[in-house]
Structure formats: structure tokens, C-alpha cells
């Protein structure tokens, strides 16, 4: 990227999810515009294949495998980042994943594990990296939400759409409370964008696509690169006066108000 205004040379970045979709995309596209990088991933062998990736572009990258729904690796991976980079001036809590079930069948133990994963996973992160980013007067946090942070979207996401709502609020309370100590927390708002396990879901039910389609006015799915963009302009001083942003990223889908799928009588 040309413009200094996006120029995160000298940066330390912290993403979770790293291993594929959303997670790498952003991590390279850090990465390419100068940050260097610890990544993050249950997933052994795909963190490692991102931080490959992270290196051609002439950058730092260390691998670590996480699971971000445990307090205590979270704790661990921040004691790691502190004797790798020394700093932290940008984290994005991506990772995460959903266990579907109707509202009257789901098992409370799948609802607190989701719960664990995506909103006790993402505080203990921002708790961990707003410490060190206060210290040091500036930082940028991003916190991954979804459509299902602010509209219902039926189809078993009950414990999903509890938990990217509570992520919403988490990102909004951050940013009042730690906008003067210079540290910034936004949150993206993704509609669909294709991974394995929508893939899997389409294919397994061919005519989803179709009902998501109608749901995006932009006419097609997201690709895990339509947030480089985004993920660079929160990461930089691009965007130094942007704090507690709820923004989408969804084709279209929220401003059409058209994401959920009511439930009929059979
Ligand atoms: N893809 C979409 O349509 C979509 C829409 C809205 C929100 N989101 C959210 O965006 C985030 C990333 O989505 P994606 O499409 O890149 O998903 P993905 O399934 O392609 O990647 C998720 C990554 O997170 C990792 N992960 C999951 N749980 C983890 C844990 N507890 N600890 C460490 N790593 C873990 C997985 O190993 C995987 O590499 C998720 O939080 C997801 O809920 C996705």
C-alpha cells in the first residue's frame, strides 16, 4: 500500500483464526501492509501455513496454537507475545465457531461453550491486550461480530446470535471505557462469506444459497478478502478518530433487514 496514512511498519499484530477464511485474510493483509504477526489457531497445521505466508511478504511470523475459549492459553499466548514482539499494537479476535440447535433442544452445556469460544475467548483477549495497549497509550482492537450481532436469524442460531450480541456490546463498552487511555475498539459485522462449513451446509441443502442469496442485495457471498481492506484501516491511523464502530460487512444484508428465516408451522 502506497499511502503512509495505512503504513503499519514497525507494528506488532496479534489474529486469531488465523488458520483460513477470515483470520488469514487478515493476517496477510496486515502482513503486507508491514506489521509483523502472531498468529493464532487450534489448528496446528494451518497457523503454521499462514505464518509461511506472512514470511514471503518479509515479515515476522510466529505460530501458536491456541484454543481462545481457554482463559488460561490466553493468558500464556499474551506471556509469549510479550517475549516474542514486546508489544502489541493491534489485535483481532477472529476464531471462533457455532453449535446450532433449536432454542427448546440445544443443551445448555452447547450454549457455554459457544459462549466460552466467541465471548469469554474475545474479553480475556481485549482484557489481555487493552492492559499492554494502555501502558503503552495506543492500540487498536478489532472484535469480529456477525449480522446475527443485531438481527435474529432463526435456523438454530440461538446460541450463536446470544453470543455475537454480547460481542457488540463488549466491543462498545470497551471503547467508552478506554478511548482516553488511546486504545480503540471496533467490531465488523459479517454477513455470509463462504468457508468450509457453509460450503458444507449449501451443499448438504442446495437450496440455502438461494435464501441466503435473496438476503444480499450485493448479489453474491463474501470472500474472506473483502475484509483486508477493512482490516488494515482499523489497524492503522487511518482511522485514529474511529472507536466503538458497529460495522457491517454484509453485501447489503442489514440495511435490507433481511437475514433471518422465520420458523412455519408443518
Ligand atoms: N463466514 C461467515 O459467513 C461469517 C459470518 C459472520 C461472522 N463470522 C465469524 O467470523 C469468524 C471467522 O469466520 P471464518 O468464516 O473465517 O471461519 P472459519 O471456520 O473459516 O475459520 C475459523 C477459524 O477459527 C479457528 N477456531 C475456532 N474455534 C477456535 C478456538 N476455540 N480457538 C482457536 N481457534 C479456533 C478454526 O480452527 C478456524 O481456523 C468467526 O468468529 C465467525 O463466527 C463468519
Given at each position: 500500500m502506497s499511502s503512509t496514512l495505512f503504513d503499519l511498519s514497525g507494528?506488532?499484530?496479534?489474529?486469531?483464526?488465523?488458520?483460513?477464511?477470515?483470520?488469514?485474510?487478515?493476517?496477510?493483509?496486515?502482513?503486507?501492509?508491514?506489521?509483523?504477526?502472531?498468529?493464532?489457531?487450534?489448528?496446528?497445521?494451518?497457523?503454521?501455513r499462514t505464518a509461511g505466508e506472512v514470511r514471503q511478504y518479509g515479515r515476522r511470523a510466529v505460530a501458536a496454537t491456541t484454543d481462545v475459549?481457554?482463559?488460561?492459553?490466553?493468558?500464556?499466548?499474551?506471556?509469549?507475545?510479550?517475549?516474542?514482539?514486546?508489544?502489541?499494537?493491534?489485535?483481532?479476535?477472529?476464531?471462533?465457531e457455532s453449535i446450532m440447535g433449536a432454542p427448546e433442544a440445544i443443551t445448555l452445556a452447547d450454549v457455554e461453550q459457544v459462549w466460552r469460544n466467541l465471548v469469554l475467548g474475545r474479553f480475556c483477549a481485549c482484557q489481555e491486550a487493552g492492559r499492554r495497549m494502555l501502558a503503552a497509550g495506543s492500540g487498536s482492537i478489532l472484535n469480529i461480530g456477525s449480522i446475527a450481532s443485531v438481527t435474529a436469524?432463526?435456523?438454530g442460531h440461538i446460541a450463536y446470535s446470544m453470543a455475537m450480541g454480547a460481542v457488540v456490546q463488549m466491543t462498545r463498552e470497551l471503547s467508552t471505557e478506554w478511548s482516553s487511555g488511546g486504545v480503540r475498539v471496533n467490531a465488523i459485522l459479517p454477513a455470509q462469506v463462504l468457508n468450509p462449513s457453509l460450503e458444507q451446509r449449501i451443499a448438504e441443502?442446495?437450496?440455502?444459497?438461494?435464501?441466503?442469496?435473496?438476503?444480499?442485495?450485493?448479489?453474491?457471498?463474501?470472500?474472506?478478502?473483502?475484509?483486508?481492506?477493512?482490516?488494515v484501516l482499523?489497524?492503522?491511523d487511518a482511522s485514529r478518530w474511529i472507536t466503538g464502530a458497529i460495522i457491517p460487512m454484509d453485501g447489503g444484508n442489514l440495511a435490507m433487514n433481511a437475514g433471518g428465516t422465520p420458523r412455519r408451522k408443518t
Open positions: 507494528k506488532a499484530a496479534i489474529v486469531s483464526g488465523a488458520a483460513q477464511g477470515l483470520g488469514r485474510a487478515i493476517a496477510l493483509s496486515l502482513a503486507e501492509a508491514g506489521a509483523d504477526l502472531l498468529l493464532v489457531d487450534r489448528n496446528a497445521a494451518g497457523v503454521e475459549s481457554e482463559p488460561d492459553q490466553v493468558r500464556a499466548l499474551f506471556a509469549r507475545l510479550d517475549e516474542e514482539f514486546g508489544r502489541v499494537d493491534f489485535l483481532a479476535n477472529v476464531a471462533g436469524l432463526g435456523r441443502s442446495p437450496p440455502l444459497a438461494e435464501q441466503f442469496l435473496s438476503g444480499i442485495p450485493a448479489g453474491r457471498f463474501g470472500h474472506p478478502d473483502d475484509i483486508r481492506g477493512l482490516a482499523l489497524a492503522s
